[in-house]
């Protein structure tokens, strides 16, 4: 009999798999547009008559472990590696003394005058760390849903229901938040704002769940009276309608300073996306292939007893 925690470990060992993606997408799409806004941000501080603003770098740090940890952005990831939710300034003075000094040159974030932990671990060390706790806690919850999912989705196999879990998450969890509220590289947004924008993504987070749930118990209702893919068509127009209305309307900001650089910010959180798309994929991927043998091997074991069973 297969229990649920045999899909936990496969979700574990996928989330693995995702993570390892996941770091080789960031350090080789989003690490080089972190480097470019640690510059630009490097040359504002050293710039004449500027007095580094301890509250913008509060921001950028924000924007990037929040970022990285919900949207999966490379920035910052000594800091992604260690906390999954940053605490308001106030509540974590001695994170700016470690981590979010300004650089004072354009290279290694961690001299005298900057950080304690080098960019160069950072975007490498720290940022593998990061992506695999990620996807270690992602694919465990991803292989629990797979074992309560499995036989309740109509005629859906181990595999399609894992493709089909892994999607959906990417799109619940990230693309559909990330269309309201998308991550901002370091050197972009204040430091007054962070509790607001923090609290406005995840409550986005949390609406997307709410409707994909909804669309889920209106999927299976209409499932009674209709075949499958009259259901599906319907669920899924339920949650894109009320998502996209809500994306619409909710509260919006926009802190990014005249000048910033358009690309940066575009190749930013495009690679923020790319990130959680490589996570998931490798997610869905690996558990759709480890748990389609787990169920082959019990349906193996059950034809065996049963032939042993046959009367001669």
């Keep these: 009999m297969i229990s649920i925690r045999d899909f936990l470990v496969r979700g574990l060992l996928a989330g693995l798999v995702g993570g390892v993606l996941a770091f080789g997408v960031a350090y080789l799409v989003g690490e080089p547009s972190v480097e470019s806004a640690i510059s630009l941000e490097g040359s504002a501080a050293t710039a004449p008559g500027h007095s580094p603003d301890v509250s913008t770098h509060r921001a950028a740090l924000h924007d990037s472990v929040v970022g990285s940890v919900t949207t999966g952005t490379a920035a910052d990831t000594a800091q992604f590696a260690t906390a999954s939710l940053l605490p308001p300034p106030s509540a974590a003075p001695s994170v700016d003394a470690t981590l979010v ?16 932990v080098p960019r160069s671990l950072q975007s490498t060390l720290g940022l593998l760390t990061g992506t695999l706790l990620l996807g270690l806690a992602l694919g465990g919850l991803a292989g ?22 892994a999607g959906g998450a990417f799109v619940v969890l990230h693309a559909v938040p990330f269309l309201a509220y998308p991550p901002n590289p370091p050197a972009v947004g204040s430091g007054e704002t962070i509790g607001s924008r923090t609290g406005l993504f995840f409550g986005m987070v949390g609406l997307s769940v709410v409707f994909a749930a909804l669309a889920l118990v209106v999927g299976r209702q209409v499932h009674r009276t209709h075949d499958g893919f009259t259901a599906g068509v319907v669920g899924v127009l339920l949650y894109a309608v009320l998502s996209l209305v809500t994306v619409a309307v909710v509260p919006s ?8 650089p358009g690309q940066v910010l575009f190749e930013f959180r495009q690679g923020s996306l790319l990130t959680q798309l490589a996570l998931w994929v490798g997610i869905g991927l690996t558990l759709a292939v480890t748990a389609n043998r787990l169920v082959a091997r019990r349906d193996a074991a059950h034809a065996d007893g049963s032939r042993e069973h046959v009367p001669a």
């Design 144 to 165: 629990v849903g797979l074992g309560v999912a499995v036989g309740r989705l109509g005629r859906l196999t181990v595999r399609a229901t894992a493709l089909w879990l």
């Design 101 to 116: 000094a300004a650089p004072a040159h354009g290279g290694e974030h961690g001299d005298e005058e900057g950080t304690m």
């Design 253 to 260: 900001y926009d802190e990014v300073p005249a000048g910033f």
